[in-house]
């Protein structure tokens, strides 16, 4: 596979990740899943019931998916590694994306116990793609922790604001060595191409679909913008000048 | 410090001049904004802001959609006993009222239980009348471990108890706690509430801060919307629930709106809330409280939820009764009655017809408990 993101032993070709939290009927799903052509969907376990055939979410999700339950709902690192466990042992693989939270307000992450968490959770052998404010210092810590990738936000859930953290990207980027997945934020195509244009490995995306006039249209939208995002960071992007290059150098005499 | 402090203070704004004293600058300027404050607040609850309801609703949906998606988490109530040692001239409930109580045993709980859960309902909401020694803090977790069986989150309205307590039930695996003040003007609240422990207002104010610290995940608040001014109510009710955020940012801080419901007895509410104060209030709080939970209750008629979905509610209750086994047995006294009656399904149904999905579960208890 050309250009593949690997992680945890799969190789990805689409680098949009998708959501299934907010979605008008679960059977939207499958097609959002065709329209993005995604193939790493996360699930908050806490909305997972086995017990109830029509309502659960895992019966609308295709079948070659690679499922990335998230620990969504967790407000320690006790609870995170709680819920993660509880999601392996419902047959839902070992990949976990932690997500602790104990802002409830802005939603934002709590990078000390995120850490706490992979840490555990690296060492029992998942996958672990941890949800973090983008932070240097506790990036490096997550990857020394065992993260298999990174998932900085970029602006607080649901708010479709964008990158806001740009500039904190771009430093996870350069300075992890990890797979940098953009989370949270991103409310625009444009945006999302953009955040691949700066070198990130992968978008992962739920309300700006989920909550669009047209949801697969949108989802179509985002396939492109990431691809040709992609496309630009791969092709080497022209290096921006802060002033104009002169035509005629001012010190040409000298060469002569 | 609790709220009881900033209710003092905020109870000396003089609120009759304040209502008449905004004017559509200041709806709008509010409507403006991204964070709101007590002025905006007050300016959105005023008269002025009547006439803008279609912005305000507007722009709730959108910030609604954004946070919470096109889902609405449904439950229901269970009433587990109707002793309650309280008159409260508003409930059927009351101590002077003469009629059969009842108490669900433990087999009886289960019963009910199962017929809920057969539902497909995964959240239940616990209900006693407020007895100590009816249905002290030994029945309610007797009562929860029957109920861990059946579903994947607890939540509890039993009258007002110690922080030492609710952390004890916090550990058995109840993980929401719904608390009333019922009326936050206090002259009202003593007028109302003739005789029992509840006429300790305090007592009652802290209660859902004891639930905050006691780590419950979330908590429920409100007044019951007609026994005194209605924007003056839910102004408090508004800046009780963000004072529980300011301090208590890992517990999720919800808002009911209900409405006043026919009972047993025959007072009548002294502030008549119509359907548009009601849509007033529930916009008020989603653009003040962007994040909060809007919980509506079957108080309101069917036609009238099917509209409020759209608002900024996030959770309602489904296939109720306000009966002591009501699900199961023959029944008893209801603590009101209910307006909207429909049945599990239908409320589903509803929900998919209005562009909307229904979610049944939405936490797995995760509290170590003796039983597990
Ligand atoms: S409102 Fe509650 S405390 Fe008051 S009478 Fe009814 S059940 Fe008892």
Same mark, same amino acid.
């Given at each position: 596979?050309?250009?593949?993101?690997?992680?945890?032993?799969?190789?990805?070709?689409?680098?949009?990740?998708?959501?299934?939290?907010?979605?008008?009927?679960?059977?939207?799903?499958?097609?959002?899943?065709?329209?993005?052509?995604?193939?790493?969907?996360?699930?908050?376990?806490?909305?997972?019931?086995?017990?109830? +055939?029509?309502?659960?979410?895992?019966?609308?999700?295709?079948?070659?998916?690679?499922?990335?339950?998230?620990?969504?709902?967790? +407000?320690?690192?006790?609870?995170?590694?709680?819920?993660?466990?509880?999601? +392996?042992?419902?047959?839902?693989?070992?990949?976990?994306?932690?997500?602790?939270?104990?802002?409830?307000?802005?939603?934002?992450?709590?990078?000390?116990?995120?850490? +706490?968490?992979?840490?555990?959770?690296?060492?029992?052998?998942?996958?672990?793609?941890?949800?973090?404010?983008?932070?240097?210092?506790?990036?490096?810590?997550?990857?020394?922790?065992?993260?298999?990738?990174?998932?900085?936000?970029?602006?607080?859930?649901?708010?479709?604001?964008?990158?806001?953290?740009?500039?904190?990207?771009?430093?996870?980027?350069?300075?992890?060595?990890?797979?940098?997945?953009?989370?949270?934020?991103?409310?625009?195509?444009?945006?999302?191409?953009?955040?691949?244009?700066?070198?990130?490995?992968?978008?992962?995306?739920?309300?700006?679909?989920?909550?669009?006039?047209?949801?697969?249209?949108?989802?179509?939208?985002?396939?492109?913008?990431?691809?040709?995002?992609?496309?630009?960071?791969?092709?080497?992007?022209?290096?921006?000048?802060?002033?104009?290059?002169?035509?005629?150098?001012?010190?040409?005499?000298?060469?002569? | 410090?609790?709220?009881?402090?900033?209710?003092?203070?905020?109870?000396?704004?003089?609120?009759?001049?304040?209502?008449?004293?905004?004017?559509?600058?200041?709806?709008?300027?509010?409507?403006?904004?991204?964070?709101?404050?007590?002025?905006?607040?007050?300016?959105?609850?005023?008269?002025?802001?009547?006439?803008?309801?279609?912005?305000?609703?507007?722009?709730?949906?959108?910030?609604?959609?954004?946070?919470?998606?096109?889902?609405?988490?449904?439950?229901?109530?269970?009433?587990?006993?109707?002793?309650?040692?309280?008159?409260?001239?508003?409930?059927?409930?009351?101590?002077?009222?003469?009629?059969?109580?009842?108490?669900?045993?433990?087999?009886?709980?289960?019963?009910?239980?199962?017929?809920?859960?057969?539902?497909?309902?995964?959240?239940?909401?616990?209900?006693?009348?407020?007895?100590?020694?009816?249905?002290?803090?030994?029945?309610?977790?007797?009562?929860?471990?029957?109920?861990?069986?059946?579903?994947?989150?607890?939540?509890?309205?039993?009258?007002?108890?110690?922080?030492?307590?609710?952390?004890?039930?916090?550990?058995?695996?109840?993980?929401?706690?719904?608390?009333?003040?019922?009326?936050?003007?206090?002259?009202?609240?003593?007028?109302?509430?003739?005789?029992?422990?509840?006429?300790?207002?305090?007592?009652?104010?802290?209660?859902?801060?004891?639930?905050?610290?006691?780590?419950?995940?979330?908590?429920?608040?409100?007044?019951?919307?007609?026994?005194?001014?209605?924007?003056?109510?839910?102004?408090?009710?508004?800046?009780?629930?963000?004072?529980?955020?300011?301090?208590?940012?890992?517990?999720?801080?919800?808002?009911?709106?209900?409405?006043?419901?026919?009972?047993?007895?025959?007072?009548?509410?002294?502030?008549?809330?119509?359907?548009?104060?009601?849509?007033?209030?529930?916009?008020?709080?989603?653009?003040?409280?962007?994040?909060?939970?809007?919980?509506?209750?079957?108080?309101?008629?069917?036609?009238?939820?099917?509209?409020?979905?759209?608002?900024?509610?996030?959770?309602?209750?489904?296939?109720?009764?306000?009966?002591?086994?009501?699900?199961?047995?023959?029944?008893?006294?209801?603590?009101?009655?209910?307006?909207?009656?429909?049945?599990?399904?239908?409320?589903?149904?509803?929900?998919?017809?209005?562009?909307?999905?229904?979610?049944?579960?939405?936490?797995?208890?995760?509290?170590?408990?003796?039983?597990?």
């Amino acid at each position: 596979m050309k250009d593949a993101l690997h992680i945890g032993g799969k190789a990805l070709s689409s680098r949009l990740f998708i959501g299934t939290g907010k979605y008008s009927r679960n059977t939207l799903i499958p097609e959002v899943v065709e329209a993005s052509g995604s193939e790493v969907i996360t699930v908050a376990l806490r909305r997972v019931d086995p017990s109830s +055939r029509e309502e659960n979410v895992l019966n609308h999700i295709p079948p070659h998916m690679t499922l990335l339950p998230n620990t969504s709902g967790a +407000r320690t690192a006790e609870e995170a590694v709680r819920i993660a466990r509880l999601a +392996r042992a419902a047959g839902m693989g070992n990949w976990v994306k932690i997500e602790v939270i104990n802002d409830q307000r802005y939603l934002l992450p709590d990078n000390l116990e995120t850490i +706490r968490a992979t840490e555990i959770l690296a060492a029992e052998g998942f996958v672990v793609l941890p949800y973090m404010s983008p932070d240097l210092s506790a990036a490096l810590r997550l990857r020394d922790a065992g993260a298999a990738a990174v998932m900085p936000l970029g602006a607080p859930i649901g708010s479709n604001r964008g990158l806001r953290t740009k500039e904190l990207i771009g430093i996870l980027i350069e300075e992890t060595g990890l797979p940098i997945i953009v989370d949270a934020g991103i409310g625009r195509p444009s945006e999302a191409a953009e955040a691949m244009e700066m070198g990130a490995a992968a978008v992962l995306l739920n309300t700006a679909i989920a909550t669009a006039r047209d949801p697969l249209g949108m989802a179509e939208a985002f396939r492109g913008a990431v691809a040709a995002g992609r496309q630009a960071y791969l092709a080497g992007l022209g290096a921006v000048r802060q002033e104009a290059e002169a035509s005629s150098p001012l010190t040409g005499f000298l060469s002569v | 410090m609790s709220f009881y402090e900033s209710l003092m203070t905020l109870e000396r704004l003089p609120f009759k001049e304040l209502w008449k004293g905004y004017g559509a600058e200041d709806v709008r300027r509010a409507l403006a904004k991204e964070k709101l404050d007590e002025e905006d607040l007050l300016a959105l609850l005023s008269p002025a802001a009547g006439p803008h309801l279609e912005e305000m609703a507007q722009k709730a949906q959108r910030i609604t959609r954004s946070h919470f998606g096109h889902v609405v988490q449904l439950f229901t109530p269970m009433y587990v006993a109707d002793y309650c040692v309280n008159h409260c001239t508003y409930c059927s409930f009351s101590s002077i009222y003469d009629f059969p109580r009842k108490k669900l045993t433990l087999e009886e709980v289960e019963k009910e239980a199962a017929a809920i859960a057969s539902t497909g309902l995964r959240h239940i909401l616990l209900l006693t009348g407020e007895s100590r020694r009816d249905s002290p803090v030994g029945y309610v977790k007797d009562c929860v471990k029957v109920l861990r069986k059946y579903f994947s989150s607890i939540s509890i309205e039993v009258n007002p108890l110690s922080a030492e307590e609710y952390q004890e039930l916090a550990h058995a695996g109840v993980d929401g706690l719904t608390l009333f003040q019922e009326v936050y003007d206090r002259e009202t609240y003593a007028k109302l509430h003739v005789k029992g422990p509840k006429r300790n207002f305090r007592a009652r104010l802290d209660a859902p801060e004891r639930g905050c610290q006691a780590g419950f995940r979330s908590v429920n608040i409100g007044a019951l919307l007609g026994l005194h001014d209605w924007r003056q109510e839910a102004f408090m009710a508004a800046m009780h629930a963000r004072y529980l955020q300011d301090r208590y940012p890992s517990c999720e801080i919800s808002l009911s709106p209900p409405r006043f419901r026919p009972y047993l007895g025959s007072f009548n509410p002294e502030s008549d809330v119509t359907d548009r104060a009601l849509v007033q209030i529930i916009l008020a709080y989603r653009l003040f409280l962007p994040r909060s939970g809007i919980t509506l209750s079957t108080r309101e008629p069917a036609e009238f939820r099917d509209r409020l979905v759209h608002l900024g509610v996030t959770k309602m209750s489904a296939g109720v009764s306000t009966e002591v086994g009501g699900h199961t047995g023959d029944g008893g006294t209801p603590q009101f009655e209910i307006s909207d009656s429909r049945s599990v399904p239908e409320i589903r149904d509803m929900l998919y017809r209005s562009g909307l999905q229904p979610v049944f579960k939405d936490w797995d208890i995760l509290a170590e408990s003796s039983i597990r």
